[in-house]
């Protein structure tokens, strides 16, 4: 046996003293990316609802908000198929993973960071689809003020992580925990951020296309509201609620989307009655 044929083959992935793929960095980094984009789309879209994906896009059909609900599910989607190619790199180069450590880990937060730079520069300020808050008159400043507030803390956790040394093999469990904790915080609140706030009884309810007005008021009274407002076509009510009925008696009534928001009337705002 030749002296080159007894030594150890170190091309495995995987093997001792090998750093992983610059494969597995960019596949960690574009699930980053996503979980960007599920972030804001969830946070932003349904949770605060201060916007949809294309909310300053004009055009009377967009004026509906089935369609507006309809482009953030679309959107969503195609963030889906990121994270699922995103996936199937890091299976590709699954060899590598022990050694990753906090350089992978940072790398989804350097993606994340990343999102957040391309919604902002992009979507909002050069293309101009929608903005951080459409319902206020300085949207300048909710867009810097997001991108501080969810730009730059990940991208600095991503700059400490990836100017760290691989650990040893094995020694990479640390990271995955702290991921999955971090995946479980977001999880679980995201249901308490949805509840409604204490003392704003007056919601937004919007009811099916063609249900017609009469019976959007029936199933709104039925609900245990008072309807205080509505459009032209009856089906988008203003809902006072102060009188014992709830969020989920709506949704049971038939209501397709409850705006709730806290902070600012939600992206069911631009139709609300005027003050």
Not at 13 to 18: D, E, I, T, V
Not at 66 to 83: C, E, K, P, S, T
Not at 136 to 155: A, R
Not at 226 to 254: F, K, N, T
């Amino acid at each position: 046996m030749s002296v080159a044929s007894s030594q150890p083959d170190h091309t495995m992935r995987g093997a001792p003293g090998l750093r992983p793929s610059s494969g597995l960095f960019l596949s960690a980094g574009l699930l980053g990316f996503c979980l960007g984009g599920f972030f804001d789309g969830i946070l932003l879209h349904q949770v605060l609802q201060w916007h949809h994906f294309l909310s300053l896009v004009p055009g009377e059909a967009l004026r509906d908000i089935r369609n507006q609900i309809l482009a953030d599910g679309l959107f969503h989607v195609a963030v889906y198929l990121l994270a699922a190619l995103g996936l199937v790199g890091l299976w590709r180069t699954r060899g590598g993973l022990p050694l990753a450590g906090p350089r992978m880990l940072g790398s989804v937060f350097l993606g994340f960071a990343l999102w957040q730079a391309v919604d902002v520069v992009i979507f909002h300020w050069i293309v101009g689809i929608h903005r951080v808050r459409v319902d206020v008159p300085d949207p300048l400043t909710w867009d810097i003020g997001w991108l501080l507030v969810t730009g730059l803390p990940p991208l600095g956790i991503a700059l400490w992580l990836m100017r760290r040394p691989d650990p040893p093999s094995g020694a990479s469990r640390g990271g995955t925990v702290l991921a999955s904790v971090l995946a479980a915080l977001v999880l679980a609140s995201g249901p308490l951020a949805a509840l409604p706030p204490a003392g704003a009884p007056v919601v937004m309810v919007l009811y099916s296309a063609g249900q017609g007005a009469e019976a959007s008021f029936a199933a709104a009274v039925a609900a245990g509201g008072r309807v205080a407002w509505s459009d032209p076509s009856g089906e988008l009510l203003a809902v006072d609620l102060s009188q014992g009925g709830s969020v989920m008696s709506l949704y049971r009534s038939g209501a397709v989307m409850v705006g709730w928001s806290s902070l600012g009337g939600g992206c069911l705002a631009w139709t609300q009655k005027p003050a």
